[in-house]
């Protein structure tokens, strides 16, 4: 997902822990895997009104949010997702701290303090930070670390 979300390698990902939150916590609860489907999904007959109310389900849209194509599955993706009317007013969540950050392998193309600030932070607040670096073996990436 590197290209797609982390500006073609130059960005940088935080891994969080979201189990240490515990079973309770409302994030750990709204994280759902993604779904991968073949066909587009239509949720037209469960959302239009109708003359009754009996086919209007409020989970469809959160099923509508983890839902894309087939052609993404290698993403592995979870999404942190609400089903319409859980949060009526604007709030904070805790998150876990984070545990690691993987900086692309394309990030020493931002400016240098850009870079060093977040080694900076990375340092101070202990957490783990590794270069992802093209491995000299197969398509993929290899995470050494940066410290």
């Known amino acids: 997902m590197w290209s797609h979300y982390a500006n073609k390698h130059k960005g940088f990902c935080i891994e969080y822990d979201f189990r240490s939150l515990g079973p309770e916590s409302a994030i750990t609860n709204r994280l759902y895997p993604v779904l991968y489907r073949k066909n587009l ?72 303090e850009q870079v060093a600030q977040i080694e900076a932070i990375a340092l101070s607040k202990h957490i783990a930070i590794f270069r992802a670096l093209p491995s000299k073996r197969s398509f993929s990436l290899e995470f050494h670390d940066a410290k």
Do not use: C, H
């Open 41 to 112: 999904l239509d949720v037209t007959d469960f959302m239009l009104p109708t003359d009754t109310a009996a086919r209007f389900n409020n989970t469809i849209g959160l099923y509508a949010s983890i839902v894309k194509s087939r052609e993404w599955s290698y993403e592995k993706e979870w999404r942190l997702t609400f089903p319409v009317g859980v949060i009526l007013e604007e709030q904070t969540y805790k998150v876990p701290t984070p545990k690691a950050i993987y900086m692309g392998s394309r990030i020493d193309q931002n400016p240098a």
